[in-house]
């Protein structure tokens, strides 16, 4: 069975950095692209980044350069480095499989930023 | 960019009653390999995301068979054949033709 299963989220002041983790199981997650979604409070999907399975990465301009996606295929883990973190940061946060895809999503970790 | 938008923003259907969204593209959705990465994800209360329909028309194993979807181009649509208590939720159209990835904005479904 596939997993997807988020960690890391918490509260954090603005200008605050924070790690987010993503382990995968059920699949061969080096063969796999992985992207991450944010869904701030009552709002809706807004993908942020991806990445490939050989490490190619993408953002989006809202998060570019100051987020970074990595991943270890030896430990089927996903991350995504947050630094310089904003209030409009502040949202639930997926991984989710594919280039395409998005077959699978986590339940989400939750980052609030806030003074 | 390209910007999905969805239609209507809200639905309300009664029970047993047929509903459609409709899901319109800035640009042409078709990819340089042919296929057109579209998607339709639906997300109930409380829960994450969970994808129903990929490249336009192709059901999830395990979606029931009243979900359709369909179009082409620059505009899709899902239609529920006949709305039950369990469809309740939001609804999400994604491109994943061109970079950046983007979501449209989300159709609420409730019972009337």
């Known amino acids: 069975e596939v997993q997807l299963v988020e960690s890391g989220g918490g509260l954090v002041q603005p200008g605050g950095s924070l790690r987010l983790s993503c382990a995968a199981s059920g699949f061969t997650f080096s063969n796999y692209n992985m992207n991450w979604v944010r869904q701030a409070p009552g709002k809706g999907l807004e993908w942020i980044s991806y990445i490939s399975g050989s490490g190619v990465t993408v953002y989006a301009d809202s998060v570019k350069g100051r987020f970074t996606i990595s991943r270890d295929n030896a430990k089927n883990s996903l991350s995504l480095q947050m630094n310089s973190l904003r209030d409009e940061d502040t949202a639930v946060y997926h991984c989710?499989?594919?280039?395409?895809?998005?077959?699978?999503w986590g339940q989400g970790t939750l980052v609030t930023v806030s003074s | 960019d390209v910007v999905m938008t969805q239609s209507p923003l809200s639905l309300p259907v009664t029970l047993g009653q047929p509903a459609s969204i409709s899901c319109r593209s800035s640009?042409?959705?078709?990819?340089?390999?042919?296929?057109?990465?579209l998607n339709w994800f639906q997300q109930r209360p409380g829960q994450s995301p969970r994808r129903l329909i990929y490249k336009i028309s192709n059901r999830d194993s395990g979606v029931p068979d009243r979900f359709s979807g369909s179009g082409s181009g620059t505009d899709f649509t899902l239609k529920i054949s006949r709305v039950e208590a369990e469809d309740v939720g939001i609804y999400y159209c994604m491109q994943a033709t061109h970079w950046p990835l983007t979501f449209g904005g989300g159709t609420k479904v409730e019972i009337k």
């Open positions: 989710t499989r594919g280039r395409a895809d998005f077959d699978y």
């Open positions: 640009q042409s959705l078709v990819h340089s390999d042919g296929n057109t990465y």
